[in-house]
Nanobody, 122 residues
């Protein structure tokens, strides 16, 4: 069974950077992309970014484009999210998950992990 463990969250000031990491184990969602999602208090979970592990092709939500960078290390089965120029509106619990096709739809596949909290103060 697939398992996803997110880490790297924290409390930072606006304009700061954070790097999140997701460790995947089990079948590692072979055949799907991998991505990051987030859920802010009182809001629905939303798609943030996705990557094709074989090619490195990426896709981002408009709200994070130019500030966030998703990357993968296939030897370690990890997916990272480098977040720069953080804004208070980026405050949320961040989750990783497999992403169905096409990536642009941002459809999550599989079970959710515990997530990692990111809090950006103004």
């Amino acid at each position: 069974q697939e398992q996803l463990v997110e880490s790297g969250g924290g409390l930072v000031q606006a304009g700061s950077s954070l790097r999140l990491s997701c460790a995947a184990s089990g079948r590692t969602f072979s055949g799907y992309g991998m991505g990051w999602f987030r859920q802010a208090p009182g809001k629905e979970r939303e798609f943030v970014a996705a990557i094709v592990r074989s090619s490195g092709f990426t896709f981002y939500a408009d709200s994070v484009k130019g500030r966030f960078t998703i990357s993968r290390d296939n030897t370690k089965s990890t997916i990272d999210l480098q977040m720069n120029s953080l804004k208070p509106e980026d405050t949320a619990v961040y989750y990783c998950n497999a992403v169905g096709w096409p990536l642009s739809k941002g459809t999550p596949i599989g079970p959710w992990g515990q997530g990692t909290q990111v809090t950006v103060s103004s």
